[in-house]
């Protein structure tokens, strides 16, 4: 059992916490997780019931991970990021039961900001851009552009989406503006950019 009164995050009672686990200021660890030994977890993080962190899993600051959801080796997560409930990772593109592939293991990589809806599934080795959005029960099988949003099986594209979540309709010159924090967007050559 934890003594939270001496960490500088909170972890449940039923939350196994493997020694060497680093674990960042003002996180909170829910029900029956598990965070692996040599796994990394940020500051200001959230991380809902029954989630499994890997070794080698490394998760920045103020990450939303909501229940059912495992990090598996490989898994690299940049700051404020959303994972939905059950979503799903993978670390392997052929698995097999009785073949060791542990030497095979793919990196995917989750750019600052970006969303994964409920029950979607990144398949190993693919890269969410910045801010990008994934629907909820996608099936993500390559790159996702920074801000763009994704839906279906296999996931398409599906338009724009503004760091703050709304979709964003570019005119005819290319330009944008957020109608939720008013914030400023470019497009240019297939790519969004947020304007300062």
Not at 24 to 29: A, E, L, M, Q, V
Not at 34 to 40: D, E, F, I, L, T
Not at 71 to 76: C, H, I, Q
Not at 135 to 164: C, E, H, K, M, Y
């Amino acid at each position: 059992m934890i003594n939270n009164s001496s960490l500088p995050f909170f972890a449940h009672p039923s939350a196994i916490i493997d020694v060497g686990a680093q674990i960042g200021d003002g996180t909170k660890i829910w029900h029956f997780c598990h965070v692996s030994a040599k796994s990394k977890i940020g500051a200001h993080c959230t991380v809902g019931q029954n989630v499994f962190v890997d070794n080698n899993v490394v998760i920045g600051n103020g990450v939303k991970i909501q229940n059912n959801v495992s990090l598996y080796n490989g898994v690299f997560i940049e700051d404020d990021c959303f994972l939905g409930p059950s979503m799903v990772f993978t670390n392997i593109a052929n698995p097999r039961a009785h073949i060791n592939r542990k030497s095979e293991f793919k990196t995917t990589l989750l750019k600052k900001g970006c969303t994964v809806g409920a029950n979607a599934s990144i398949v190993c080795g693919v890269t969410l851009g910045l801010y990008a959005f994934v629907g909820a029960g996608a099936v993500v099988t390559r790159d996702v552009q920074d801000f763009a949003l994704v839906i279906g099986n296999p996931a398409r594209f599906s338009g724009w989406v503004s760091a703050f979540g709304e979709r964003l309709q570019f005119d005819a010159k290319g330009n944008a503006i957020c109608l939720a924090s008013n914030e400023a967007y470019k497009l240019v050559n297939g790519t969004v950019i947020k304007l300062e």
